[in-house]
């Protein structure tokens, strides 16, 4: 197949910028094995292929008569989806955004539920056109109205109700494999806040890119809601709320519910890896205490975003024209403590610690956290004990200073924000950042969805001035400059490491995801870049190309587990033969295993 020869890739543009070109190969795809018949599988989106069935195959299938008799190409259904899509593009024009994000949610999702091997390849090759729809920031939009857009269910839901039926629940699931598990308990969801059992589409947005980016077979994939109840009181005001009707449970009541299904996913599949995505804080650090010992598991707000932030800062050092060891140098302020903020500071200060050869005490010194109450010293009363090892002295800056206050006095390279709330980095904060003690200051407004954003690029780009590095979590467009010169948006979002995450660690049959995985997988996403795109303020890969970046994240982490001695192996592949893989052996071999959406031919067995 064309596409699996981005395999040999080098690193140049041209080579990547490939990775999503469109083909349709005439290679024969080897045998898909159903268990169904006729109408059946029609209605199965994993098999059906519309009107794409072969005659032969609506012969063997008991398909016939069933269709119209014209068979149409793969290419032109897909033809005709994006046709029906421009359509609705043109017809929206001028309409609300809301409305016209949630339209194109509708149609793309109206082919998820009817054709995935259809869905997963127009998602694929217009990856830069959808993934703001099916993941963020629309994802966001779809959570919130998602009781009134609710059709057909994906993916599984555990509620508080279900209390020591988990076990045999789990083998409800229609596939006999699961690969990759994405769970929230949607207390987080996004800047969003608790959206209890709404959340259901953050796990599938995630997967969604599981599927595009990984290559992780969408039939391998499982979208998990617990849901334990919310306290968000409109959702349990509305009638249409399809949630329990309860307040959140807390304490051990919280953790046997989660504790019940971390054994059942296990028990059924066991090789499988889970991320946990959007609970909140507490819960987030806690469960990923308690289980990354135990379970295949991590935690992508905390570790993924990490991952992401960390090779952007890297990268902002190289875009400033300096030697990657003058990290230790940069003064870096973070406002938002919570599990991404936290996620990264830590990250970034073991990084410092290992650079400089000094303790990760001594590491923090050019760190400032900030969170609701201001920057955190060692003056708060009650504090976080993840954030106290964060905390400044009062006598250098005082205890809750504000944003503003910390810029001005500390003339920081970075501002970084995770805190949720949109528009907190305003005009006073990015206008003292040109006083910057960087030639290019950088602002990370890393904060979802779009009106989460600390600021936006272009309220960056006007205030803090022409010069500065930029990255949102959300995407915005590049912003023309006054001199004529591009002012390049960055997406820095967790999309670029977390399905290399997974992928790498199924891959390497890991038994859980360490620490120098998640470090691995951060080098390779800060060395991706060329010197000459990070000078003109280019530090992440372009969304085109997430397929390529996925599969060197993959190779990464899967080598990083080789190397810890937790890699069990996949498949037929033990671990002495992953340990015999050079590196491109290993990115051969996580291509080879990367699914790739294409007609198979159906064999139906009993
Ligand atoms: N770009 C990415 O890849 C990425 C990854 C993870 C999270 N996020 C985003 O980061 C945000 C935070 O996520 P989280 O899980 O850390 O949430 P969280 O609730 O755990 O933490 C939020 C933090 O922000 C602080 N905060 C609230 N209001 C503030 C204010 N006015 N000034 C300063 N600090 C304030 C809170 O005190 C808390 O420490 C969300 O919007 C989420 O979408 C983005
Ligand atoms: O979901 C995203 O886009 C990134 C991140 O996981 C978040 O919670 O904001
Ligand atoms: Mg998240």
């Given at each position: 197949m064309?596409?699996?020869s981005?395999?040999?890739?080098?690193?140049s543009?041209?080579a990547r910028?490939h990775?999503?070109r469109?083909?349709?190969s005439?290679?024969i795809?080897?045998p898909?094995?159903?268990?169904?018949?006729?109408?059946?599988?029609l209605?199965?989106?994993?098999?059906n292929?519309d009107?794409g069935?072969?005659?032969?195959?609506?012969?063997?299938?008991g398909?016939?008569?069933?269709?119209?008799?014209?068979?149409i190409?793969f290419?032109q259904?897909?033809?005709r989806?994006?046709?029906s899509?421009?359509?609705?593009?043109r017809?929206?024009?001028?309409q609300?955004?809301?409305v016209?994000?949630l339209a194109?949610?509708r149609?793309?999702n109206?082919?998820h539920?009817?054709?995935e091997?259809?869905?997963?390849r127009?998602?694929?090759?217009?990856?830069?056109d959808?993934?703001?729809?099916i993941?963020?920031?629309?994802?966001?939009?779809v959570?919130?109205?998602?009781s009134g857009?609710y059709?057909?269910?994906?993916?599984?839901?555990?509620?508080a109700?279900?209390?020591?039926?988990m076990?045999?629940?789990?083998?409800n699931?229609?596939a006999q494999?699961?690969?990759m598990?994405v769970?929230t308990?949607?207390s987080?969801?996004?800047?969003?806040g608790?959206l209890?059992?709404?959340?259901?589409?953050i796990?599938?947005g995630?997967?969604?890119m599981?599927?595009?980016a990984a290559?992780?077979?969408p039939?391998?994939?499982l979208?998990?809601m617990?849901?334990?109840?919310t306290n968000?009181e409109k959702?349990?005001?509305?009638?249409?709320?399809?949630?329990?009707?309860q307040?959140r449970?807390?304490?051990?009541?919280?953790?046997?519910?989660?504790d019940?299904?971390?054994?059942?996913a296990?028990?059924?599949w066991p090789k499988?890896?889970?991320?946990?995505?959007?609970f909140?804080a507490?819960?987030?650090?806690?469960?990923?205490?308690?289980y990354?010992?135990?379970?295949?598991?991590?935690?992508?707000?905390?570790q993924?975003?990490?991952?992401?932030a960390?090779a952007?800062?890297?990268?902002?050092?190289r875009?400033q024209g300096?030697?990657?060891?003058?990290?230790?140098?940069?003064?870096?302020?973070?406002?938002?403590?919570?599990s991404?903020?936290?996620?990264v500071?830590?990250?970034?200060v073991?990084a410092v610690?290992?650079m400089?050869?000094i303790?990760?005490i001594?590491a923090?010194?050019n760190?400032?956290l900030?969170?609701?109450?201001?920057?955190?010293?060692?003056?708060?009363?009650k504090?976080d004990?993840?954030?106290?090892?964060?905390?400044?002295?009062?006598?250098?800056?005082?205890e809750?200073?504000t944003i503003v206050?910390?810029?001005?006095?500390?003339k920081?390279?970075v501002?970084l924000g995770?805190?949720?709330?949109?528009g907190?980095?305003g005009?006073?904060?990015?206008?003292?950042m040109?006083?910057?003690d960087?030639?290019?200051?950088?602002?990370?407004?890393?904060?979802n969805?779009?009106?989460n954003a600390?600021?936006?690029a272009a309220?960056?780009?006007k205030?803090?001035?022409?010069n500065?590095?930029f990255?949102?979590?959300?995407p915005?467009e590049?912003i023309?400059?006054d001199n004529?010169k591009?002012?390049?948006?960055?997406?820095?979002?967790?999309m670029?490491l977390?399905?290399?995450?997974?992928?790498?660690?199924?891959?390497?049959?890991?038994?859980?995801?360490?620490?120098?995985?998640?470090?691995?997988?951060?080098?390779?996403?800060?060395?991706?870049m060329t010197?000459?795109e990070?000078q003109?303020?280019i530090l992440?890969?372009?969304?085109n190309?997430?397929?390529h970046?996925t599969t060197?994240?993959?190779?990464?982490v899967l080598?990083a587990a080789?190397?810890?001695?937790?890699?069990?192996?996949?498949?037929?592949?033990?671990?002495?033969?992953?340990?015999?893989?050079?590196?491109e052996?290993?990115?051969n071999?996580?291509?080879?295993n990367?699914?790739?959406p294409?007609y198979?031919?159906?064999?139906?067995?009993k």
């Amino acid at each position: 197949m064309m596409w699996r020869s981005i395999a040999g890739f080098s690193k140049s543009v041209a080579a990547r910028a490939h990775g999503s070109r469109r083909c349709f190969s005439t290679a024969i795809p080897g045998p898909c094995i159903v268990h169904k018949r006729g109408a059946d599988i029609l209605h199965d989106p994993w098999f059906n292929k519309d009107t794409g069935f072969p005659l032969t195959e609506r012969d063997r299938l008991g398909l016939r008569g069933l269709l119209p008799p014209r068979v149409i190409s793969f290419e032109q259904q897909y033809d005709r989806f994006i046709e029906s899509f421009r359509s609705l593009e043109r017809n929206t024009q001028g309409q609300p955004e809301n409305v016209v994000s949630l339209a194109k949610w509708r149609i793309l999702n109206r082919l998820h539920d009817r054709n995935e091997t259809l869905y997963y390849r127009v998602l694929m090759d217009n990856i830069k056109d959808f993934a703001p729809i099916i993941y963020t920031p629309t994802v966001g939009l779809v959570c919130q109205n998602y009781s009134g857009l609710y059709r057909r269910p994906r993916g599984m839901y555990f509620s508080a109700k279900d209390k020591g039926e988990m076990m045999s629940m789990i083998y409800n699931w229609p596939a006999q494999q699961v690969d990759m598990i994405v769970i929230t308990d949607g207390s987080r969801i996004l800047g969003l806040g608790d959206l209890g059992v709404q959340g259901i589409g953050i796990p599938i947005g995630k997967l969604d890119m599981y599927v595009s980016a990984a290559g992780i077979n969408p039939q391998r994939v499982l979208p998990i809601m617990l849901d334990v109840g919310t306290n968000n009181e409109k959702l349990l005001q509305n009638p249409l709320y399809l949630g329990l009707r309860q307040p959140r449970l807390e304490g051990e009541e919280y953790l046997e519910i989660i504790d019940e299904f971390m054994e059942a996913a296990f028990t059924r599949w066991p090789k499988a890896v889970v991320q946990f995505e959007d609970f909140q804080a507490k819960w987030a650090f806690e469960t990923l205490e308690r289980y990354r010992k135990k379970f295949c598991m991590f935690n992508d707000d905390v570790q993924g975003t990490a991952g992401v932030a960390l090779a952007g800062l890297l990268g902002t050092v190289r875009a400033q024209g300096r030697p990657l060891s003058d990290f230790v140098n940069q003064k870096i302020v973070v406002v938002g403590a919570g599990s991404a903020g936290l996620g990264v500071t830590k990250m970034a200060v073991q990084a410092v610690a290992r650079m400089a050869g000094i303790s990760e005490i001594d590491a923090t010194k050019n760190f400032y956290l900030i969170d609701k109450d201001g920057l955190v010293t060692t003056e708060r009363t009650k504090i976080d004990p993840a954030a106290l090892a964060f905390a400044k002295n009062p006598a250098e800056i005082r205890e809750g200073a504000t944003i503003v206050e910390v810029v001005k006095k500390v003339k920081p390279h970075v501002l970084l924000g995770l805190s949720g709330v949109g528009g907190i980095f305003g005009e006073d904060v990015l206008k003292a950042m040109r006083e910057s003690d960087s030639c290019k200051p950088a602002i990370f407004a890393m904060s979802n969805p779009t009106l989460n954003a600390e600021c936006t690029a272009a309220d960056a780009f006007k205030h803090a001035g022409g010069n500065i590095v930029f990255a949102s979590g959300s995407p915005f467009e590049n912003i023309e400059l006054d001199n004529g010169k591009v002012g390049h948006v960055n997406q820095a979002n967790n999309m670029y490491l977390f399905p290399g995450i997974g992928l790498g660690t199924l891959l390497a049959g890991a038994r859980i995801v360490t620490d120098g995985m998640l470090q691995a997988a951060a080098e390779c996403l800060a060395s991706y870049m060329t010197d000459e795109e990070v000078q003109k303020g280019i530090l992440y890969p372009s969304i085109n190309n997430i397929r390529h970046i996925t599969t060197e994240v993959g190779a990464a982490v899967l080598r990083a587990a080789v190397s810890d001695d937790i890699a069990e192996g996949h498949g037929d592949v033990g671990p002495k033969d992953l340990s015999l893989m050079s590196k491109e052996d290993t990115v051969n071999y996580i291509t080879r295993n990367m699914w790739f959406p294409i007609y198979s031919p159906l064999v139906h067995e009993k």
